[in-house]
């Protein structure tokens, strides 16, 4: 934050600032200091309420009806990472982990973990809809707080304020749990989850043992691939899977994907899902199964490394640490549909690592009333 302040702190980012949001003129931009007094003071639940209404107004737009899975529902994907790991206790909301015990190295670390959900709305378009925040009540609590407990309250956030819309839930093994299976079936959610093995032994043994009678349903998709330089390629898509799997009361399908690139094994994936999977269906359902990872690379991943670098604590306050992950998570929405689809870049035909340099650069330009006029048009939004 210090970087930020010297680099925006000019008479002329001011002028920008005041110039597009239409407020009266300042000299200085806040001082990092003086943003993280506000971030301790604010109520994150005010953010995620922000958050909503962005959401809300996209998705009244129908410019990403195409995302819907099935041609019903929205995706959205669901997982946890780790955000901030402290040789030292910080507050008393910070999970922690010891190694090494009863030894000379033992050693305790205390971290901060957050559980995300994004929505797909498109194959490079994937935003933020809803987050919770992985946390002890206090210090003194006999049992930590966990993905699993955050994911029924994440759940019991989206379905209030989205009581209506027609979800998808995709996540990994972790989640394929009778727990997960009641919480989606009460909501009217369906979902589509990594299953392993070791997730439900008996489930899976009754796939294996139907898989074995030959009486699974199963089609095969064939490719032809060509790449610039390379000679071209012959893949195979083998699906398999077995409906009317009973568990706790719960009417399952599995299914199983099995590739092959050139005659040779490339990989195979497992997934466990509450929704009829047909003959014509199970092609997208392998391919949206498959979109779990989105949110480790388009997530995650550009965020921690490429981007924003969230692993950064820019507050030692919790409150503002909260704060300042959720306002990463609506700046990465708006810098999305810049980067995405905004008729206006698609004319000027740059690239996105074009476009987000200007951008920032814009910021130190002396700008006018007449350069910022179309923000003031109504414009819509198109993503293909």
Request: glycine share 4%; net charge neutral.
């Amino acid at each position: 934050m210090q970087d930020m302040t010297d680099k925006f702190n000019t008479e002329e980012c001011a002028h920008n600032l005041c110039l597009i949001l239409g407020k009266e003129e300042k000299e200085y931009l806040p001082h990092y200091v003086t943003i993280n007094e506000c971030l301790e003071k604010l109520d994150p639940e005010e953010l995620q309420k922000f958050r909503k209404h962005i959401i809300k107004k996209l998705l009244r737009k129908r410019s990403f009806e195409h995302a819907r899975f099935l041609g019903e529902y929205w995706m959205v994907i669901v997982d946890a990472t780790q955000l901030f790991c402290f040789n030292e206790k910080i507050d008393e909301h910070c999970l922690r982990k010891t190694i090494n015990k009863g030894t000379k190295d033992e050693k305790t670390y205390y971290y901060h973990n957050v559980l995300e959900a994004k929505i797909v709305l498109g194959d490079n378009l994937i935003i933020s809809i809803a987050t919770e925040f992985i946390e002890n009540e206090n210090e003194d609590v006999e049992k930590q707080d966990c993905e699993r407990k955050a994911f029924k309250r994440l759940a019991k956030r989206l379905k209030k304020d989205y009581p209506r819309l027609p979800i998808c839930i995709l996540g990994d093994s972790l989640y394929a749990c009778e727990p997960v299976f009641q919480i989606c079936k009460d909501n009217r959610w369906g979902y589509l989850l990594r299953f392993k093995d070791g997730s439900i032994p008996s489930l899976a043994k009754e796939y294996q043992t139907i898989v074995g009678m030959g009486e699974n349903e199963e089609k095969i998709i064939k490719e032809e691939k060509t790449h610039k330089r390379k000679a071209r390629e012959s893949v195979k898509h083998e699906m398999k899977w077995v409906s009317e799997l009973y568990y706790e009361g719960h009417n399952l399908t599995v299914m199983e994907l099995k590739i092959e690139k050139d005659g040779e094994p490339e990989g195979s994936f497992q997934w466990i899902t509450g929704l009829p999977i047909r003959g014509k269906t199970a092609w997208e359902f392998a391919q949206t199964g498959r979109k779990r990872w989105k949110i480790e690379n388009e997530g995650f991943n550009i965020q921690k490394n490429h981007r924003y670098d969230i692993e950064h604590a820019n507050s030692l306050n919790y409150n503002a640490m909260k704060n300042h992950y959720l306002l990463t998570q609506i700046a990465d929405v708006l810098l999305q549909l810049y980067e995405n689809g905004i008729k206006g870049l698609r004319e000027i035909k740059r690239t996105i690592k074009n476009i987000s340099s200007d951008l920032l650069a814009s910021f130190g330009r002396q700008l006018t009333r007449e350069d910022i006029s179309y923000t003031e048009k109504r414009t819509s939004l198109s993503i293909s």
